[in-house]
């Protein structure tokens, strides 16, 4: 997958929230028609004392069957920092997109879009510096209220904050905790949602990232366990 070339990384908070405030303006939030999805990517990191594994799944929408994944092995790119995990993970996620030989029609990330304190999450950075469609499907709240959805499967609420609707409490499993669907870039949220459904025919959460978790995971305990390997 093409990818352009990141910018100089962060350093300090105030150098990341900079980035934030810029980038921001970017995000393309106009969809006048809902983008065509045939592939999905699921990303998902996974941590290990000061080592990760950002892990890309890419899933045929109608079969769910896996058309290619990849895995990259590094370290935590930013301190910490409430609000900016975003700049810990995007390097090794940015790199795992390019080592891809498909372009996924739409990016779904284990986390949050709008839906983040400076309306700046990783499903909008990622969005932005690829130039692809992406949300954020996430496990839990991040900002704002929602009152609770029906128990069945499809129902909604929406997330507010400020007044503004920042993303739905979705409910993707009847009788199961709802999951949080934000948009982040390119793509509206009755989209987002549609995709979150397909994507969830048995589970809670979307089988794209549930399966971008398990191999991240695998590839950080195959890590830890060769020679040399991590401690």
């Known amino acids: 997958m093409d990818v352009p070339d990141l910018p100089?990384?962060?350093?300090?908070?105030?150098e990341a929230e900079a980035v934030q405030d810029r980038l921001r303006s970017r995000i393309d939030l106009a969809c006048p028609d809902p983008p065509s999805v045939r592939t999905v990517a699921g990303l998902d990191v996974a941590y290990a004392e000061d080592r990760l594994a950002a892990a890309i799944v890419?899933?045929?929408?109608?079969?769910?069957d896996v058309?290619?994944?990849?895995?990259?092995l590094d370290r935590p790119s930013f301190p910490y920092v409430p609000g900016l995990?975003?700049?810990?993970?995007?390097?090794?996620?940015?790199?795992?997109?390019r080592r891809l030989s498909v372009t996924p029609d739409l990016l779904i990330c284990?986390?949050?879009?709008?839906?983040?304190?400076?309306?700046?999450?990783l499903a909008c950075h990622l969005g932005v510096l690829t130039g692809r469609p992406a949300i954020g499907v996430g496990k839990t709240r991040l900002v704002g209220a929602y009152d609770e959805p029906g128990a069945d499967r499809g129902s909604w609420s929406s997330v507010t904050e400020d007044g503004e609707v920042v993303?739905?409490?979705?409910?993707?499993?009847?009788?199961?905790?709802?999951?949080?669907?934000?948009?982040?870039?390119?793509?509206?949220?009755d989209t987002a949602c549609a995709v979150t459904l397909r994507l969830t025919p048995r589970?809670?959460?979307?089988?794209?990232t549930r399966r971008a978790d398990r191999l991240s995971r695998r590839a950080l305990a195959s890590d830890r366990a060769r020679p040399g390997g991590a401690p």
Do not use: M, N
Request: net charge positive; charged share 25%; proline share 8%.
């Open 67 to 72: 058309v290619e994944e990849t895995v990259v």
């Open 58 to 64: 890419v899933l045929d929408l109608d079969r769910l």
């Open 110 to 121: 284990d986390g949050h879009g709008l839906a983040h304190p400076k309306r700046f999450g």
């Open 8 to 14: 100089p990384w962060p350093a300090t908070v105030r």
């Open 167 to 189: 993303g739905r409490a979705l409910r993707t499993q009847t009788g199961v905790r709802p999951v949080f669907v934000s948009v982040g870039h390119r793509v509206d949220l």
């Open 203 to 208: 589970y809670r959460l979307p089988e794209s």
């Open 85 to 97: 995990f975003a700049f810990r993970e995007l390097p090794a996620l940015i790199e795992g997109l």
